[in-house]
């Protein structure tokens, strides 16, 4: 063989083994570069979010909450898991519930602690911040009757009714025999509605009567069990409250004339009525009524008056024209 014969075979030999070198360094950078799956670390699962109710403004004890207040934020679950306390994750929610303190812009809005319920003071709870300039706070003690049905909550506005006897005139006379004739004056019922649109602060309810407790009969079956409400349904069952009302100060000392215990009988204390308002009529003027006695029953309604030809002598009942 030529020796450029040998030289050429041995060229291409090393050409070979070359373009094999090459081949394999080529795939092992595709295997580990960024473009692979295979040796790729794994992704991490984000955290799932959950969005929560927050004040976007401050929001002061006894305010009414309304949309403009609140915002939403979001945070991880761990997050809100963290707060140790339930939340709201829609605005509807809280939306018409009564601050039942000082509540901070950003923070988040906790039921159990930032709002008031019926009957839901916390003793020593300060509700001074709740009164409005040159108003004073009193309590009223309500029933069933005078308090539309024991339903009045924080926040609401009502009208009050104020409703008096008041003692009439006696009429002494004789007649022909020269008989005095004495007729009792007795007493008059008035009513007028002397306080309006007046915000109620908070209320306080009777404590919940705890189940009766019974020793378990032996062998005794299971008694059925049976649905029950899973909201409190307030029932007739005369029940009594004291709501604390935001009154002007010469509207305090009129309900603590009226509340003042004058006769022992089921309304010895409770001479005012709650009227409970509309939330859409709060920013009116007060109206003009006229109060009713008698008289106006008579004139303005068409009530008939007695007949006083019934217990008159008849001398007297004579010369009266019905």
């Known amino acids: 063989m030529k020796r450029s014969n040998r030289l050429l075979i041995l060229l291409g030999i090393l050409v070979a083994i070359t373009g094999g070198l090459l081949a394999v360094v080529v795939a092992n950078g595709s295997s580990t570069g960024g473009g692979g799956n295979a040796a790729a670390s794994p992704t991490a699962t984000p955290e799932p979010t959950v969005q ?56 988040v809005l906790i039921p159990s602690r930032d709002f008031l319920n019926p009957g839901s003071m916390a003793d020593g709870q300060d509700i001074s911040g709740a009164i409005a300039t040159k108003m004073v706070a009193v309590s009223m003690e309500l029933d069933q009757t005078t308090g539309v049905g024991t339903l009045i909550v924080p926040g609401d506005h009502v009208d009050i009714i104020l409703s008096v006897y008041t003692d009439q005139l006696s009429i002494d006379s004789k007649d022909a025999a ?65 709501a604390i009302i935001e009154v002007k100060p010469e509207e305090a000392e009129l309900i603590n004339w009226a509340q003042r215990a004058e006769k022992v009988d089921p309304r010895n204390y409770i001479d005012l009525s709650y009227a409970l308002r509309s939330d859409k009529d709060n920013a009116l003027p007060d109206s003009v009524t006229n109060g009713v006695t008698f008289r106006v029953l008579v004139d303005k309604w068409g009530v008939l008056p007695p007949d006083p030809r019934g217990i008159l002598p008849a001398d007297l009942a004579k010369g009266i024209q019905w």
């Open 52 to 107: 929560v109710v927050i004040a976007k403004t401050d929001i002061n004890l006894g305010d009414k909450i309304t949309a403009d207040m609140l915002d939403l934020k979001t945070m991880t679950l761990s997050e809100r898991t963290a707060l140790g306390e339930d939340t709201y994750d829609s605005k509807d929610q809280v939306i018409g519930k009564i601050a039942g303190g000082k509540i901070t812009a950003n923070q």
């Open 178 to 242: 020269n008989n005095t004739i004495t007729l009792t004056g007795g007493q008059q019922a008035t009513t007028k509605m002397v306080i309006q649109n007046r915000k109620i602060l908070a209320t306080l309810l009777p404590p919940v009567a705890a189940a009766p407790t019974t020793e378990p009969m032996v062998n005794a079956s299971a008694p059925p069990m049976t649905a029950g409400p899973t909201t409190a349904v307030v029932q007739f069952t005369d029940r009594h409250m004291v």
